[in-house]
């Protein structure tokens, strides 16, 4: 065991105020994050279907504050990944993931997507977290509406809970950490 962990943790009034702000600061950041989702819809198959009937009138995916479709990764923070993605896919939907900025967060919709379905063959992606990292999984073939409310719902607890930074000077870059435990994994 070594020396620091039986040490009291000792703490300051600046540690705490510095603290307490960044609990302030980043429950503020995650409200407004998780109620302005700009979605890049990733619509390669069927799923794209029903990606339109969520964010058609019936349905009404601006109740969530995720209605907003972005074709420029830049201006997107959801990667909605809707359809079955081929090998040849797959090196073009990585390369959307990484134009995106942080944060960023990665929704699997329908079975092709989060494990490659019923395509068990050697041209179909078997699950999209086998080259980015992705934060919900949606199953079904297709999905129902339903399904894909509820999942941005349980995104937006997640967003909600995540620690929100105004800035991350000197901090390891999430991203690249996730793609070397990937890479690591993939081995
Ligand atoms: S999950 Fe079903 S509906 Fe969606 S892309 Fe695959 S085959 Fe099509």
């Known amino acids: 065991m070594a020396e620091t962990d039986i040490a009291p943790i000792v703490t300051t009034r600046r540690d705490e105020t510095v603290s307490f702000l960044q609990r302030v600061v ?19 198959a069927c799923c794209g279907m029903e990606y339109m009937s969520v964010a058609g009138g019936r349905h009404d ?3 969530f ?3 907003y ?10 990667l909605l990944v809707t ?3 081929n090998l040849k896919q797959a090196p073009i939907l990585k390369r959307v993931y990484e134009q995106m900025c942080e944060p960023k967060w990665v929704v699997a919709f329908g079975v092709c997507a989060s494990s490659g379905g019923f395509y068990d063959n050697y ?3 078997q699950g999209i977290d086998r080259i980015i990292p992705v934060d919900v999984y949606i199953p079904g073939c297709p999905p ?7 999942a941005i719902l349980l995104l937006q607890e997640k967003i909600g809970g ?20 990937l890479a690591s994994m993939n081995k």
Do not use: C
Request: no cysteine; net charge positive.
């Open 61 to 63: 995916l601006a109740r």
């Open 123 to 125: 041209a179909v992606l």
């Open 69 to 78: 479709p972005r074709f420029s990764p830049r201006q997107a923070d959801m």
């Open 83 to 85: 359809g079955t993605i």
């Open 162 to 181: 995540q620690v929100h930074k105004i800035a991350d000077k000197g901090q390891p870059n999430p991203t690249a950490a996730r793609h070397d435990l």
């Open 65 to 67: 504050g995720a209605e």
């Open 144 to 150: 129902r509406p339903e399904q894909v409310l509820d």
């Open 26 to 44: 980043s429950k503020g950041l995650g409200w407004a994050r998780k109620y302005s989702l700009f979605t890049y819809p990733y619509a390669t």
